[in-house]
């Protein structure tokens, strides 16, 4: 009798004990630092094999500093532009699936694909992303932000949104699951960085560029990269406080055009002899990697570092058209060839650090090839989230089994990607009606304008320089075969041939 | 031995109790649902002794309802103008006291003061509240909401904030303790309530009034008022599912100018006769009191209207210049004299209503005084808040006592009005250059142009026609030395006399 006395206050403990805010608490806090059109080597991190000469321009410690304390990843992806990745991110959709291939217009019903004399518009998603059903022109899905914060999260978007255009429902980050939202909207950048402009407000000048709830610096010098995180920061006082586990999507407008100087670490580049666009570029960089730095001080000063994961990501390669870029275009991203808007590497490829304390090693570095769709099932098992709802199937794979073990390996997993958009007027490397995929060290590209492939070994050849189709045709066919069923499954949009009403061909499924 | 130990585990289990999600549920959750321009008269709702023809001509079904089921304050005031009551609100200071007098520009450092041929302007502090020291021009308090947060609500601001100026950090809610800011930054009114003008972010078209957060409904029919609406109720939906006391300050553009029809209401006042600008008011009105509604049977259809206080509150009177306003100026809030902008009694006696479940009787009227910045102390003791630490000295006074017991009455204390400022280039009745105080039932004027005053008795005369400084030379002599003792002790400023360089008197100090 006095056993089972014993036994029943102890159940009665734990189950109060599971039940206070405390308990809660473990679960840990999770932070995606998203940086707008940045590409794998624009940093002082090296992701290659080699240290660059790129590596070599730029200063970025705090990312330094993030790899040292967690784990760096060699072989990680997105997609050519920005809404698909935020879409593929929040809805762990690949963006064959979710069909936002290109940007979205702020505009209502607009599409952004650039004229064609060859192909009419392939039928994809151009108002982005919806959390409703019957909204036209977007897909309908559920977005992690939102079973977080169903899970008792606070989650926080801060800065650029960009997942969908005004007018529908997921133009607003308040219907996406985030319960607080400063800066993000329709615009896929600022229309000005700086304060003295009101970041694009100033009466009579605003376009649906000009960045929203930031009044407090207006007429300021506070960069716009500045003004977010200081922003970010107050947002996560109260859950750190409350012992409320926090969701924090720091998606900073920068790198993205226009490119302007941030005046902090300006003058530093042009003393180095860089072209007056590429020391504002690499100004833009730093300024972003301050941010970095800052948050992870003001972790470490709340005691909130030790139960806070930092997710730092990039969501397509650094832009290589020049102008706006100095030099020859599409040599920004060496050794990857190409740049934002691209299926090769340097459209794709980005730089991505995970930390996660108690979890990944220092300085641990992962060459398992991984895509932004893995981001959610990944944090939602950080998370503790199961078995939970949601409208779309999920194309992603958690990427928590390379945290536990950075020698975590997987050839057989291919990774697609999917542009039957035009981009750019001007088609260039890898840009404007290409899909691909990669599976172990080999990438094929299917050309949608003549059916043609590209095979690479990506291990021995990351600038894709040595078309191997004519030497591994077996290789390629199965590649392209293994494309076309996928991109058919998720009934991917297609362009259409304007001489013939026909829809583009699917690689490999129709013999070309 | 037996008994100490049964002593102990009910005091463990006590502990863990009081420290469960669900004993912080016990708060109760506020929202002060305040309207700009609202005039005491702007209602159905008859809050005078009679039921007057403007309560006949406006439709507030949820006003109606909400007092009902609460407390309907006769005889509340907030201060001529709206920054002034709103900083009153949030600081717990009177506006003599905090010196923010008048309306701040959204721009930096500028005095929206008129020029005036007699007066230099008074050294209010035209730049609003901050709260941070050291920020020129302004008053620097500690705002309740940052007590509330602090204290573990979740604290959210919806609407029109108009705290301080742009380049301030009183222009961004997020530093007033507010976790959540949906439109509120440093403009007093919407540049448009109009969906389809985008709330007046049409490219190329902003001002400093463009509504910022909405890009949801851009190009949709959906007046400010319900895209403000929609948006709060968003924002309740964790709070109450995580059981965590929310504070909503549900702060509406309407019923300010522009003038514009909320097209829902707006015929049914047309074939009611109205004139076109009177009809589109009562329209502004009408969505406004469907927004309380809307709120009402949120919380109902969650559960959460029991444990939910509601204030219902106007920022000052009604409009009564003409134009815009139809008719006859100053007759817009009758039986009281004048409007916005007015010691008088149409400026500055407010439709209140408070409902506090299990503590306000149902259809409750209290007639005793009260003043805008009771709220502050009133709310903290709503939330159990108690020794909290404050920069500024409280002026407010609670009215639990009141919501207690709707007979309360205390006829000794005196409410101060202080409005050293020229609104409008033509002086009106009791506007620009006045101070007021009420004590009882009378109520003394003071005129800084020239040191007259007038005396009314509200009980007998509402509409303070009948001037009895005269008759009761000993009662106006005590009650000016009341209100410049008053003045003096707050050190509230003064208008300087150009021709002598002199600072104005205060009432009853100098003979006057």
Known sequence: MKQRRKELVFILLITLLFNMPGYAQQKPNVIVFLVDDMGWQDTSLPFWTQTTPLNKRYHTPNMERLAKEGMKFTNAYATPVCTPTRISLISGMNAAHHKVTNWTSPQNNVSSDNNDEQFSPAPWNYSGLSPKTGIPNTIYATPYPQLLKEAGYFT???GKAHWASIGSPGANPYNLGFMVNIGGHAAGHPQSYYGQDFYGNKP????????????????TETFLTEALTLEALKTLEAPIKNKQPFYLNMAHYA??????????????????????VEAKYASLIEGMDKSLGDIMDYLKAKKADQNTIIIFMSDNGGLSLAPPRAGTAHTQNLPLKAGKGSVNEGGIREPMIVKWPGVTKPAAVANQYVIVEDFFPTILEMAGIKNYKTHQKID?????????NANYTDNQRALYWHFPNKWIPEDGPGINYKSAVRQGDWKLIYNMRDGSTELYNLKEDIGEQKNEAAAYPEKAKALAAKLGTQLKEWEAPMPVVKATGKVVAMPGLTGN
Do not use: C
């Open 156 to 158: 926080i978007h801060v």
């Open 204 to 219: 009579g000048k605003n376009t649906l560029q000009s960045v929203p709830d930031l009044e407090e610096y207006y007429g």
């Open 255 to 276: 790198i993205h055009t226009p490119i302007q100087a941030d005046e902090r670490f300006y003058q530093k580049y042009i003393a180095a002899g860089l072209a007056p």
């Open 396 to 404: 992603g794979k958690s990427f928590v089994p390379i945290l536990n």
